[in-house]
């Protein structure tokens, strides 16, 4: 069973910093590509970027409002994600789901972890 | 930037068939995948590759995409059914960056 747990999400100021973890478990981390995902609160979803396994290059792909702060990683000997957040926004609160993707798209979501970026 | 457009509420009784559509220029191309989120939910991979349909997910849902607009159909609609549901996709760019419509509240009442 594809097991995903966020965690690492909390109150930051602007300009803050933060950094978001996601352990999964119940399929070959090492071959999977992932998924960040955020939902603002009453809002839609929004893709936030990905990450391919690195038989695959390990190559990043971002959403224009967070590209060039925010890095998604991996640690494939511990079956975890990261999602490092700089220069926080205000309109970056949002609850973040990270996602395992067996192709361009999310297949697995976690429950999510709530950020607020507030003053 | 790429957008999909969803209409933002669709409302059918129980047991009438529900359809929601999603537009988007580069369709033609690319595969539509749904999602449904029910309230204080993470969300559930519903279709994906236009019309495929995960194992788990009741046959009453199907989809369809033709030209530029993607649609999902829920046949016999449940009130279990009520949820926010979102198409997605990716995007013309040499990196397929995701995009998600803006979701459509499903009524079922």
């Known amino acids: 069973e594809v097991q995903l747990v966020e965690s690492g999400g909390g109150l930051v100021k602007p300009g803050g910093s933060l950094r978001l973890s996601c352990a999964a478990s119940?399929?070959?981390?090492?071959?999977?590509?992932m998924s960040w995902v955020r939902q603002a609160p009453g809002k839609g979803l929004e893709w936030v970027g990905r990450?391919?396994?690195?038989?695959?290059?390990?190559?990043?792909d971002y959403a224009a409002p967070v590209k060039g702060r925010f890095t998604i990683s991996r640690d494939d000997s511990k079956n975890t994600l990261y999602l490092q957040m700089n220069s926080l926004k205000t309109e970056d609160t949002a609850v973040y789901y990270c996602?395992?993707?067996?192709?361009?798209?999310?297949?697995?979501w976690g429950q999510g972890t709530l950020v607020t970026v507030s003053s | 930037s790429y957008e999909l457009t969803q209409p933002p509420s669709v409302s059918v009784s129980p047991g009438q068939t529900a359809r929601i559509t999603c537009s988007g220029d580069a369709l033609p191309k690319k595969y539509a995948y749904w999602y449904q989120q029910k309230s204080g939910q993470a969300p559930v991979l519903v279709i994906y590759e236009d019309s495929k349909r995960p194992s788990g997910i009741p046959e009453r849902f199907s989809g369809s995409s033709s030209g530029t607009m993607a649609t999902l159909t829920i046949s016999g609609a449940q009130v279990e059914d009520e949820a926010d549901y979102y198409c997605y996709s990716t995007d013309s760019s040499g990196n397929h960056r995701g995009v998600f419509g803006g979701g459509t509240k499903l009524t079922v009442l």
């Open positions: 996602g395992y993707s067996s192709g361009w798209y999310v297949d697995y």
């Open positions: 119940g399929f070959t981390f090492s071959n999977a590509w």
């Open positions: 990450i391919k396994s690195k038989t695959d290059g390990g190559t990043t």
